[in-house]
């Protein structure tokens, strides 16, 4: 079976500009969960989505926002991109949402703001 | 408020040697802990985790945990390294309580370099 997979792999863009990352989950998972990983540190967790709804929401500006598709795959937005924003954006799938339920990674996407 | 701390940042042994990599865990509630392994370039995979049934966890590729309420730890171990184990390794609790129940809390990572 397949696991889960993210697009691009990689992308580069400019401060201002908008970013679209993909994650398709596990077959028969319904719950995805998107991360940040900025280099040297553990991830952060940016949403979750179960059921196509948001289910928690991490400490991250209003310029991050994430939708889920009713075939369960995801798309994660960022709006007028910051340096900051470099990081790595991991998204993992579980059966379902809440803490029973074991997290499994894409390979993530690399996002380098310039 | 839930948390893990790894207490080194970085641990470097020769291969064959023991590996403890450290974890404490706060939480109030009788927590699950999860340790993940992650490669250069690679993502996040599920070395072992901890659910309550027994304190003495055994993961992928000769890896153990052991579950200590007493010490509030979570320290991973393994009895003779590899080259290829040379990873960054994360201490993992997912959240119990608030609005965002299932995600998963990062500790900030310990990378092992193993020597040949």
């Known amino acids: 079976d397949a696991g889960v997979t993210q697009s691009p792999t990689h992308l580069i863009k400019t401060r201002g500009q908008h970013v679209t990352l993909r994650c398709s989950p596990i077959s028969g998972h319904k719950s995805v969960s998107w991360y940040q990983q900025v280099l040297g540190q553990g991830p952060q967790f940016i949403f979750q989505?179960?059921?196509?709804?948001?289910?928690g929401r991490g400490n991250f500006p209003d310029r991050f926002s994430a939708r889920q598709f009713p075939n369960y795959s995801s798309e994660l937005n960022v709006n007028a991109l910051l340096l900051g924003d470099s990081a790595l954006y991991l998204c993992a799938s579980s059966f379902a949402g809440g803490p029973g339920y074991e997290q499994y990674f894409g390979p993530g996407t690399r996002l380098t703001v310039t | 408020a839930q948390s893990v701390t790894q207490l080194d940042s970085h641990v470097s042994v020769s291969e064959g040697t023991p590996v403890l990599l450290r974890c404490n865990y706060s939480s109030s509630y009788s927590p699950s802990l999860f340790w993940y392994v992650q490669h250069p370039n690679k993502g996040l995979q599920l070395l072992l985790k901890y659910t309550s049934a027994a304190t003495l966890v055994k993961g992928i590729n000769g890896f153990e945990a052991e579950f200590k309420k007493s010490e509030t730890s979570f320290h991973l171990t393994k009895p003779s390294a590899h080259m290829s184990d040379a990873a960054e390794y994360f201490c993992?609790?997912?959240?119990?309580?608030?609005?965002?129940?299932?995600?998963?809390?990062f500790g900030k990572g310990t990378k092992l370099s193993v020597k040949p």
């Open positions: 989505y179960y059921e196509k709804e948001e289910r």
């Open positions: 993992v609790v997912p959240q119990r309580e608030g609005g965002s129940q299932g995600n998963l809390i």
